[in-house]
């Protein structure tokens, strides 16, 4: 029969593993596992062989194992070293890499099964079978690129063709918290199950379909009664058992919630996260549940303010030690239910104020309780089978049962009481509002006017904030298109802009071909049109690849790369805007025949940058690198591309040049030039 879900529920938030046991396995006596065994998913629990180092060829069928020690590691008994002790004496590492060998061989009903490997690990790991990787849970690599993970939740498929002896070898690396200097081996290190793929599906399908059904509908039902109660805290201060009972919900749902992220849970770097968030939300379900029921039933406040002080320093104490804190807390929550437990059963037996309502949901919570334990024993004995006399859901619903009980007591009470205030309320409410209607009506008056002349006020100082706005934005954008964005920031703060050198820029110098005498053929509007479509596109063209336009000189075009933000490229980058510039002029040929052929130059080197003038001022730039930028556009060709020594040494790893020799420069004398062809094939795919 199918196991009860929420047993698993509980079960899996607190064991992620099975326990193996003690049989040695060899590649001579190799575990048979029968057809019954694997269509039920088994265990692989025998003492596995076992090597500390990494060598690709542990993974291969016929390696030589025999001087491996043999180790259980999932053994009841928890295996643990210290990493100075786990690796070698001179360079200990804490990245210790360990390798596990299994042998096993299959039932000849199960050839041609599709089988699976359900395994569960904390680490990182790499399944090979017959020598073959068949699978990945995480990632082993560097520190930088390894990644853990606990689990998959498709595993990969196969099977065998034969009855021969498989070898299972694992290549693991156990995940090591960096609070705790140890590589814990213990059965909460890694296990495995063999089981069909039919049977895992169908298992997994089923289980969590119910598994988050349940889960979820605690979560929501005690997280509604968590924020109903709130609410009544907030609305009403003075009730701050409303307070206490809100969280005592919350906690609930949280603990609910986290059962959700335990079984879930791949990435066990957040295993600290969640167990200290299920220790918070264990200390916040007894802290308030002492504090509702003290401050319910309990005469004195002595008693709580001691409970919260325990409270507080076991939390406290979960940062100096987990362990103990978690010891302490479970004697704090015993302690809080027999606490809680007397004072509601003396409370009853006073007679006190509907304690019946809470003490009826408190006794059928420990009675059924009692009778679980009860039942469980007997049915350990043998005694009784529970499935069979209750049903196969009968602890499931008891569960549940055992949960709701206790809260939904609770919330009758504390909605009885509620509604008796409230009772107590309606009258005088009645007569505050009668007199609160008269005075409101008369401030409601004095508020709308108030209101209107406030509203106008308002609508006038929008109008003229906006329109501020828009002068402003027209101003910065007129500011921005003449200046670099840095140097217009600098004017707008200090008024003025200082002019600055720069060491390593790179300037582009474009220039038509024969324009003048083509200017002439051509209608001078028509000629007009052309220049601002291309130099349009040149502008698109520097702002693809961060370069500054500096500005236009008749039908030249002068930009740099560099300035005013440094960059270490900014040869190759002018030299991607001088292919781009050329490849949208060959283009545009193409469509119209009235295109001009033009020519680039580029130098690369320093220079000075500022603002000329105090009106009408313009960013400029100055120096001999502007001057030899100019010459190698002067001797350029149509359609090339012309650069100079000092611009080719930079881009001559990325950038297909020819040399042209030293040529006769005015005012230069011979220079090495280079025309730029195109970018290299390596550039391009990157």
């Not at 190799?30 to 060598?55: H, L, M, Q, W």
């Not at 027999?338 to 019946?356: D, G, H, N, P």
């Amino acid at each position: 029969m199918k196991k009860n879900l929420l047993l698993k529920i509980l079960f899996s938030a607190f064991v992620l593993l099975q326990t193996f046991c003690s049989a040695q396995n060899s590649f001579e006596k190799p575990r048979v596992f029968t057809e019954k065994e694997i269509k039920s998913g088994v265990n692989i629990d025998e003492i596995s062989k076992f090597y500390a180092g990494d060598n690709p060829a542990f993974a291969l069928p016929k390696f030589d194992d025999s001087a491996w020690k043999h180790v259980n590691f999932n053994s009841k008994k928890v295996y643990s070293w210290n990493l100075m002790k786990l690796n070698s004496k001179k360079g200990s590492k804490k990245d210790q890499i360990y390798w596990v060998r299994y042998y096993f061989k299959i039932d000849s009903t199960l050839v041609n099964e599709s089988l699976c490997f359900d395994i569960t690990q904390l680490g990182a790991s790499e399944i090979y079978l017959n020598g073959k990787k068949i699978e990945s849970i995480g990632k082993i690599g560097d520190a930088k690129s390894r990644e853990y993970k606990i689990k998959e939740k498709i595993p990969t498929l196969f099977s065998f063709d034969n009855t021969d002896v498989n070898v299972l070898a694992i290549r693991f690396l156990p995940f090591v918290s960096d609070k705790k200097k140890t590589v814990n081996l213990s059965p909460f290190a890694i296990s495995a199950e063999l089981i069909t793929a039919n049977k895992f599906i169908k298992d997994k399908v089923e289980m969590w379909k119910e598994f988050n059904f349940y889960t979820m509908l605690i979560c929501g039902i005690f997280g509604a009664l968590g924020f109903i109660h709130l609410l009544l805290f907030i609305f009403y201060r003075k009730a701050i058992y409303n307070l206490y009972f809100s969280t005592y919900n919350f906690s609930i749902s949280l603990m609910s919630y986290l059962v959700l992220l335990f079984s879930e849970m791949t990435d066990p770097l957040i295993l600290d996260t969640y167990t200290f968030l299920s220790f918070l939300a264990m200390m916040v379900f007894g802290t308030s549940l002492t504090g509702f029921v003290n401050t319910l039933f309990g005469r004195t406040k002595k008693r709580l303010k001691i409970m919260l002080i325990i409270s507080a320093a076991i939390f406290i104490l979960y940062y100096f030690s987990a362990t103990a804190a978690a010891s302490f807390a479970f004697f704090y929550l015993t302690f809080v239910a027999f606490e809680s437990f007397y004072l509601i059963v003396r409370a009853m037996i006073r007679r006190e104020k509907s304690a019946f309502i809470v003490g009826g949901g408190v006794l059928v919570f420990f009675l059924f309780i009692v009778m679980v334990i009860i039942f469980m024993f007997l049915n350990k004995l043998n005694t009784i089978d529970i499935s069979e006399t209750m049903g196969d859901d009968f602890m499931g619903y008891a569960l549940i049962f055992i949960f709701i009980s206790f809260p939904i007591s609770i919330s009758a009470y504390l909605g009885w009481q509620f509604a008796s205030t409230n009772l107590s309320l309606v009258k005088q409410l009645d007569e505050v509002n009668r007199l609160s209607d008269i005075n409101l009506k008369q401030e409601q008056e004095k508020q709308q006017i108030l209101q209107d002349q406030n509203d106008m006020l308002e609508e006038q100082v929008n109008e003229r904030t906006q329109e501020l706005q828009r002068e402003k934005q027209k101003t910065e954008n007129l500011l921005l298109n003449i200046l670099p964005h840095e140097v217009a920031e600098e004017l707008k703060e200090n008024g003025s802009s200082e002019a600055k050198y720069y060491d390593e820029v790179t300037v582009l110098f474009t220039d038509f071909v024969n324009f003048t005498q083509n200017s002439e053929k051509m209608d001078a509007e028509k000629m007009l049109v052309e220049l601002n479509e291309c130099f349009t596109a040149f502008d698109m063209i520097m702002e693809k690849h961060g370069l500054e336009k500096i500005k236009t000189i008749g039908d030249a075009y002068l930009a740099v790369c560099g300035l005013p933000i440094k960059n270490k490229c900014h040869a190759y980058q002018t030299t991607l805007v001088a292919l781009d510039i050329i490849e949208f002029i060959e283009n545009r040929k193409k469509t119209n025949p009235d295109v001009l052929d033009i020519r680039i130059g580029i130098n690369s080197g320093s220079l000075i940058a500022g603002i000329v003038g105090v009106k009408k001022f313009a960013y400029d730039i100055w120096g001999d690198t502007v001057n030899t930028a100019a010459r190698m556009e002067q001797n350029s060709e149509k359609g090339k591309i012309n650069i100079s020594e000092s611009t080719y040494q930079l881009v001559k790893d990325r950038i297909h040049c020819e040399y042209r020799g030293k040529i006769h420069t005015k005012g230069k004398g011979e220079m090495d030039m280079y025309f730029a062809l195109e970018i290299k094939k390596e550039d391009k795919i990157s």
